[in-house]
């Protein structure tokens, strides 16, 4: 009875060390050294960006791909090591529209090796048109990324990130998700900024 027991357990330990691993449970704990920036954040989730949601857990994004500024796929992997502030926007969208200004500003006041605002476009019609509304509208610091064929958005949605424009969220350096917001703020206010500083550990 005894040995038979001991079979199985050592059984169980080895299937255990040949079964994959739960790729959600992993990522949370490479994302375990993100908690030091979400404990800083939360305090600063008010005013302006109150309704910025700080994670408890912090954990790798969904994957998702788009273009960059000249049109070759990119990844929300080619930024680690910066961190950066993700936001979903559509010319079609009246609340993406009027932050864009604000997050223009961001971009010209933080922006720099170790923060971005990748500001992602996902008209999927007239694929110019989102470059022109952003030229006459005087957007000029934030690069130009784009998913005309909305597959990006489809992740998303089955992700839970998305219920509706404008999405934002927060990834830091390491490739760790730390903050989620569903709808608009005002991002170039005071209270935006402390939170973007305090994402980036900057005094």
Same mark, same amino acid.
């Given at each position: ?84 502030? @993700?936001? &979903?926007?559509? #010319?079609?969208? +009246? ?6 200004? /604000? $997050?223009? !500003?961001?971009? %010209? =006041? ?52 998305? @219920?509706? &424009?404008?999405? #934002?969220?927060? +990834? ?6 730390? /903050? $989620?917001? !569903?709808?608009? %703020? =005002? ?17």
């Amino acid at each position: 009875m005894g040995l038979a027991a001991l079979v199985l357990a050592g059984a169980g330990a080895a299937w255990y060390g040949l079964a994959p691993r739960d790729p959600l449970a992993t990522g949370v704990a490479e994302c375990r050294a993100a908690k030091a920036t979400t404990e800083r954040l939360k305090p600063l989730a008010r005013g302006e960006v109150a309704a910025v949601g700080v994670s408890s857990a912090p954990k790798p994004p969904p994957v998702i791909a788009f273009t960059g500024p000249d049109e070759k796929p990119m990844s929300l992997a080619d930024f680690k090591g910066k961190t950066i502030l @993700v936001n &979903l926007w559509a #010319t079609w969208c +009246v609340p993406c529209r009027e932050e864009m200004p /604000a $997050l223009d !500003k961001l971009q %010209a =006041e933080l922006g720099g090796p170790d923060f971005q605002v990748v500001a992602i476009n996902v008209d999927t019609r007239n694929r110019e048109k989102p470059k022109a509304w952003l030229k006459e509208n005087g957007i000029a610091n934030l690069a130009y990324h784009a998913d005309p064929e909305g597959k990006l958005l489809q992740v998303l949605q089955k992700s839970g990130h998305v @219920v509706g &424009l404008p999405t #934002t969220f927060v +990834v830091d350096a390491s490739g760790c998700e730390i /903050a $989620l917001l !569903k709808g608009p %703020a =005002e991002w170039a206010s005071p209270d935006a900024v402390a939170f973007v500083k305090a994402a980036l550990n900057r005094s």
